[in-house]
Every structure is written in structure tokens, then in C-alpha cells.
Nanobody, 119 residues
Framework: QEQLVETGGGLVQPGGSLRLSCAAS????????MGWYRQAPGKQRELVAQ???????NYADSVKGRFTLSRDNAKNMVYLQMNSLKPEDTAVYYC?????????????WGQGTQVTVSS
């Protein structure tokens, strides 16, 4: 079973930067698509960024050019570098691991880390 723990959230001023980290403990990390999602109060959880096991990335339009997702398979880590942060980025950010095993989908979620962008 994949276990995910997010760290790095906090309070930052508009225009500032944060780096979120997701540590995975399990045997299937390198085979997973890894993603960062976020959920603001009263809103649906949305995909922020995603990277496949072969390195393909996609980003929400709202964060393109500002956020960068990367993964380190040797360390079972995934990161979200967030630059030029805006108040609209305020949300709880969740790490997600997705894979398919014998045609069965699996999704694993971290506990979330709060990001607050405010002056």
C-alpha cells in the first residue's frame, strides 16, 4: 500500500514562492502517475499538476508558467515548486498517486497541507 505525506505548506505573501514535497512509502511509486490536487473552501477538488511514470506532465491552465512538478524516483519523492503565488492559490494541497494493477485502478492520497497566500 502506498503511503503519501505532504509537507511544505504555509503562509506566504502574494508573489512569493513555496515548495511542496510529497514523500511516498511503498513499492509502486515508480509506476504511478503522481499528481497534486487542491481544494479551496466551498469548492471542488481540482487537479493542479500531474506527471506520469515516463515523465509527461500536464498543468492546470491557472498555474501554467508558475508551478513546476517534478519527481525523484530514487527517493520516492515528488515536488511542486510554486512561484508567483496569488491569493487564488490558497487551498489545501493533496498529493495523489494513481496506478492500474491488473486492470484495477488504485488511488492514494496524502493528508493535505495548507497553503495560504495573503498579505
Amino acid at each position: 500500500q502506498e503511503q503519501l505525506v505532504e509537507t511544505g505548506g504555509g503562509l506566504v505573501q502574494p508573489g512569493g514562492s513555496l515548495r511542496l514535497s510529497c514523500a511516498a512509502s511503498g513499492s509502486i511509486f515508480s509506476r504511478c502517475t503522481m499528481g497534486w490536487y487542491r481544494q479551496a473552501p466551498g469548492k471542488q477538488r481540482e487537479l493542479v499538476a500531474q506527471v506520469t511514470n515516463d515523465g509527461r506532465t500536464n498543468y492546470a491552465d491557472s498555474v501554467k508558467g508558475r508551478f513546476t512538478l517534478s519527481r525523484d524516483n530514487a527517493k520516492n519523492m515528488v515536488y511542486l515548486q510554486m512561484n508567483s503565488l496569488k491569493p487564488e492559490d490558497t487551498a489545501v494541497y493533496y498529493c495523489n498517486a494513481h496506478t492500474i494493477v491488473i486492470l484495477t485502478p488504485f488511488d492514494y492520497w496524502g493528508q493535505g497541507t495548507q497553503v495560504t497566500v495573503s498579505s
